[in-house]
């Protein structure tokens, strides 16, 4: 059965040519949208030109039209904004790669972006052939691209398996001891390709206070950490120490008066036995006063 022919008014044909002409988008996709060949719709733009000459335009209100070279201005400039734009996709794209591969991207940019620009465009702005670009896409894919595709997807899968904190190093040595021979410099381009990036949580650091209400506590030093005689004002704190077996905890006892360390003592917590281990050290090598101060934070371990 032959195709019935589809018929089209002249204000049905004047809405679709303005949806070329007010839009930044060319005629091949206002056809292709339409349903209709781009030659027949380029035939009625210019027919509607004709027929409207300079008020072929957009009434930008009070009766006001825009001239056909304002149009024309107006559309060479959104055509550079376009332009830009994809350029800077291509950028991204062929980062790092030597010219062969460079030309690869190329091609590959323009396949992934035929849904928004044509295919004419984007070879004229990257400067390559329409011919060499249709057929790159007709031949089979290389050993290579298969490989590296293969590749991609086990970099996929270990990287979600390990919840995304793994960077390209971590990927390599996994993918080594699978078997899979690849370098540690292809897994990174692979990754920057894909745009994974690597999630890296802090590092996790043990807590010396303890968080609570130490209750009213005067401060007896007052800021001033000198003393006129030794075992009259002592300072302590602890701090932790990381080891192969876990983290060492050292609690140290200072001297104002010689700002010597004057007593310490270690443990693997840091409960109020090992700040009382660190005092009795201290009273065994200094004479403590009465009425001495011992100033240290306002953790629970020291105030209860």
Known sequence: MARQRRHFTQEHKD???????DGPRPIAHVAREVGIHDTTLGNWVKDYRRRHGDAAATDT?????????ELQLERENRKLREENEFLKKAALSSTGRCNNH??????????????NHAIIDMCAWLRVSRSGYYEWRGRPMSATAERRQRLKAMIQAVFDANHETYGYRRIHVVLARSGEQVSPELVRQLMREMGLQPVQPRPWRPITTLAGDPGDLPDLVERDFTAERPGTKLVGDITYIPTWEGFLYLATVIDCHSKMVVGWAMADHFKTSLINAALDSAAGHIDIEPGCIFHSDRGSNYTK
Not at 61 to 69: A, F, I, L, N, T
Not at 106 to 112: L, M, P, R, S, V
């Open 15 to 21: 809405e679709i040519v303005r949806m070329v002409l």
């Open 61 to 69: 209100g009070g009766g006001e039209y825009k001239s056909r070279r």
């Open 102 to 115: 460079r030309l690869t991207a190329k091609y590959e940019c323009i396949d992934a972006e035929e849904a």
